[in-house]
């Protein structure tokens, strides 16, 4: 149970640290952090996550993360239920104190860090196949560095640093894309809010970072792995 509310508690923090910049802060007039704050939110929050809560549950904060280990041979199939299931919640928790503050200020919501594509997309690069490709690209990436940092051969200790400046760097080239998903819990958290759009075009931040995490659990495995003696 430990495990879980790590879990929970991780990415609900991935995605108050992450989404929440981005609401709150990203656009304020002269003062505003842009995407390049965003970026280093979302990576600062899986870095300290992963040295705070790592420990204990892995430190996944992240459905694809979960199936991309599973995928590589570093987590057993019976627990990919449970830690998606306690990630989502943590997701949605963050998005509903979001909500609250945003709200609570007496302002719209607008787009609320929702991913989307299309006429969604936030600099108009996004469209299907070019979000297809970024998210599919970026996760394969992500898990590559996260497999290979945590790797037993690795240097120890440094892969929370790692693996929070990968997906800040992810961020920093696919926000205006997408608004960078990579992570499942993340999407559906804030489309839950949006409605509309963000849950018609929920099913590609679902699929695509999952398909991308798998792939580089298979090839890492293949191809990276330690050799058996």
């Not at 709200?103 to 594509?117: H, L, P, R, W």
């Not at 696919?174 to 499942?184: F, L, R, W, Y």
Request: with cysteine; aromatic share 12%; charged share 10%.
């Amino acid at each position: 149970m430990k495990k879980y509310i790590a879990e929970f508690i991780g990415t609900f923090w991935l995605v108050l640290g992450g989404c929440g910049s981005a609401v709150l802060a990203a656009a304020v007039p002269e003062l505003g952090i842009g995407y390049a704050g965003v970026s280093l939110a979302f990576g600062l929050t899986v870095l300290t996550g992963a040295y705070g809560l790592g420990h204990i549950s892995g430190a996944h904060f992240n459905p694809a993360v979960s199936f991309g280990l599973w995928a590589g041979g570093r987590f057993s199939a019976k627990e990919l239920l449970p830690y998606i299931i306690a990630q989502i919640l943590g997701a949605v928790l963050a998005a509903t104190v979001l909500y609250v503050i945003v709200t609570g200020s007496g302002k719209d919501i607008g787009g609320f860090a929702a991913n989307g594509y299309g006429a969604h997309s936030p600099n108009g690069y996004g469209g299907l196949v070019s979000a297809l490709v970024a998210e599919f690209v970026m996760t394969f990436i992500f898990l590559t560095v996260i497999i290979g940092a945590t790797d037993e051969r690795a240097p120890k200790g440094f892969a929370g640093i790692a693996i929070g400046l990968t997906l800040t760097l992810i961020h920093l080239i696919t926000i205006p894309v997408t608004n960078t998903s990579v992570n499942p819990a993340r999407s559906i958290s804030q489309a839950l809010f949006v409605g509309g759009w963000a849950l018609e075009q929920l099913w590609l931040f679902i699929l695509v970072p999952i398909a991308g995490a798998i792939v580089a659990g298979w090839v890492y495995k293949a191809v990276f792995a330690a050799s058996k003696k």
